[in-house]
């Protein structure tokens, strides 16, 4: 086999439970298992990687200090002057995420290394900057240099505030300099520059199927219990409308969600009762085995389709019926269907083995040039 040196560049790796962090952590961890030399460089955290790197055979950096972490700019319970002054400093500045693009720079001054590629994840897009600027100043650092893309920049629709102008200037200063361009589904594409789309390859999330473990028991609910797992956002991933039907419906059931976004289900923990049961989130692991005892599982759907939940996929894994939702506009009666137990417009995942982190990989690979 014609082993490759690989560079990963992500902020979110392992023991973080998101999906950028599997992003990063299953791709480090599959290429090491197909025999690539991979080396993961990651913000510092006070976390022991030893064993890691010993079972992946890949080495873990993690070394990039960031003097202050990005604030959650949409937490009403903060200071309105510390949410003003933040928003500010963000949409005009990117700080305090521009302070990753330095660090960047600061590990690889005076290293001379060679990769066969070099792969940067983003979000935040401050991590492809960096990238750049020391590609731009070390040509021989990595062959290829691919810019993993999982939500778009400066034409992102689901944004609440557009960047101003001179972003698109830095955002195509940067993918310029980029060999490609990858992202998880093609009606993406659609939310980035039009010189650009030649470098765009679609490479969605990867899974190992062997590390899923799903519950043996029967499902044999007294009534209905369904799940929704993920963040809810106001604007693009909201569940009022979902809600609102629930509370009209005088059924039994049970909705059980899985989320840090608290706010948007507070006001409905008195009008459902016990018919809503919110919990923390969990690792991906114990999730899906949780998720495999639910009678079925909802999608909300994004509001702008160049952003797909990595999620239906967790999903599809689970083997559990997905009953996927318009945010704006659910199907209700597709929804009371479910309800009763007729799942014959459920969604369905094409090629299910497409999401194979096997398969992923070596489609990062064959982009080496």
């Known amino acids: 086999m014609n082993i490759k040196r690989v560079l990963i560049v992500s902020m979110a790796f392992y023991p973080e439970n998101s999906p950028r962090s599997f992003r990063a952590t299953e791709l480090a961890k599959e290429m090491g298992r197909q025999g690539h030399k991979i080396e993961i460089l990651t913000?510092?955290?006070?976390?022991?990687?030893?064993?890691?790197?010993?079972?992946?055979?890949?080495?873990?950096?993690?070394?990039?200090?960031?003097?202050?972490?990005?604030?959650?700019?949409?937490?009403?319970?903060?200071?309105?002057?510390?949410?003003?002054?933040?928003?500010?400093?963000?949409?005009?500045?990117?700080y305090p995420d521009i302070e990753i693009s330095r660090a960047i720079v600061t590990y690889f001054k005076d290293k001379s290394k060679n990769y066969d590629l070099c792969i940067s994840i983003a979000k935040p897009h401050t991590v492809h900057f960096g990238c750049a600027i020391v590609l731009r100043r070390n040509k021989?650092?990595?062959?290829?240099?691919?810019?993993?893309?999982?939500?778009?920049?400066?034409?992102?629709?689901?944004?609440?505030?557009?960047?101003?102008?001179?972003?698109?200037?830095?955002?195509?200063?940067?993918?310029?300099?980029?060999?490609?361009?990858?992202?998880?589904?093609?009606?993406a594409e659609d939310a980035y520059y039009e010189e650009f789309i030649p470098k765009i390859r679609i490479i969605p999330q990867g899974f190992n199927f062997s590390e899923v473990k799903l519950s043996d028991d029967p499902i044999?609910?007294?009534?209905?219990?369904?799940?929704?797992?993920g963040a809810l956002y106001r604007k693009t991933r909201n569940p009022q409308k979902?809600?609102?039907?629930?509370?009209?419906?005088?059924?039994?059931?049970?909705?059980?969600?899985?989320?840090?976004?608290?706010?948007?289900?507070?006001?409905?923990?008195?009008?459902?009762g016990k018919k809503l049961e919110i919990r923390p989130?969990?690792?991906?692991?114990?999730?899906?085995?949780?998720?495999?005892?639910?009678?079925?599982?909802?999608?909300?759907?994004?509001?702008?389709?160049?952003?797909?939940?990595?999620?239906?996929?967790?999903?599809?894994?689970?083997?559990?019926?997905?009953?996927?939702?318009?945010?704006?506009?659910?199907?209700?009666?597709n929804i009371l269907r479910f309800l009763k137990g007729d799942y014959s417009e459920r969604l369905d995942l094409d090629n299910i083995s497409d999401y194979n982190i096997s398969v992923i990989a070596k489609k990062f690979i064959e982009l080496i040039e």
Request: glycine fraction near 2%.
């Open 43 to 94: 913000k510092k955290r006070d976390f022991d990687y030893s064993e890691f790197e010993s079972n992946y055979s890949c080495k873990v950096t993690s070394e990039l200090l960031i003097k202050r972490n990005s604030p959650d700019i949409f937490k009403t319970e903060r200071n309105l002057v510390k949410r003003i002054k933040d928003r500010f400093l963000y949409q005009l500045f990117l």
């Open 140 to 187: 021989d650092l990595a062959k290829t240099w691919v810019a993993d893309c999982g939500d778009p920049f400066t034409l992102c629709k689901s944004d609440v505030y557009k960047f101003p102008f001179y972003f698109r200037w830095l955002e195509k200063w940067m993918f310029k300099r980029a060999d490609y361009i990858t992202i998880p589904v093609k009606s």
């Open 220 to 229: 044999n609910n007294p009534y209905p219990i369904f799940c929704y797992a």
């Open 242 to 272: 979902l809600l609102d039907y629930l509370v009209t419906l005088n059924l039994e059931f049970k909705f059980i969600v899985y989320t840090g976004s608290f706010e948007l289900l507070e006001p409905y923990t008195n009008k459902l």
């Open 281 to 333: 989130p969990i690792q991906r692991d114990l999730l899906l085995f949780e998720l495999s005892k639910m009678d079925f599982l909802i999608n909300i759907d994004n509001v702008h389709k160049e952003q797909v939940p990595s999620k239906t996929i967790d999903y599809a894994l689970t083997k559990r019926p997905i009953l996927s939702v318009e945010p704006e506009n659910p199907d209700y009666g």
